[in-house]
């Protein structure tokens, strides 16, 4: 991966995307706004699973009204993601926050596959009325993973951790920084 993210800091793209005077501050505040709308709906939906709010009304009608804006964001989300990726491979690939929040969107989508394969498949049964214990278990991990992918997502712009500052042995570990270019 070293390799793979060196190779694409040297690209004409990706520095042309940094070093933009407009386009990587565009690209971030649409991030922004499809972190909003992606998670913005998906703890909507989660509080009704957890019975916190909008009880009166069915999972199936909000995830039908919802999902659609939910899918949206999850597009823009990805694009905007991966363009900011582009943009900063070596320093984005090599911050433990970004390490972190990978880990935590894996869980998030494991959580999402197994909400809609296995918790959602008898939804008919308890659409309306008290959420079973594995919808409510779904949606406290989707709560939890969201956040702190945000939070940690946050973190990634700060360089605390950075390899070309004074790290222990141990954050120097986890980032790779001996793979870091002296250069970047």
Known sequence: MNGFVNWLAGTQWSIALHESLYMYS?????????????????M??????LGVSYRKTPVSEMTNRILPWTVGGF????????MLFYAIPIRTWHSIWFRIKCVLLVVGMINI????????RDKAKWDLGPT???ARISAGVS???????IVFGRLIAYNWTDCDQNQSP??????DCKAVPADT
């Not at 690209?27 to 998670?39: G, N, R």
């Not at 597009?75 to 991966?82: A, D, E, Y």
Request: aromatic share 14%; proline share 2%; hydrophobic share 60%.
């Open 26 to 42: 565009i690209t971030e505040s649409a991030h922004v706004m499809a972190i909003m709308l992606f998670v913005g709906t998906i």
């Open 44 to 49: 909507m939906v989660d509080l009704r699973l």
């Open 75 to 82: 597009i823009v989300l990805c694009i905007t993601g991966v």
């Open 113 to 120: 596959t197994w909400f809609t394969f296995k918790v959602e």
């Open 132 to 134: 079973p214990r594995n």
């Open 143 to 149: 709560l939890f993973v969201w956040t702190f992918v």
């Open 170 to 175: 141990f954050i120097q570990q986890i980032e």
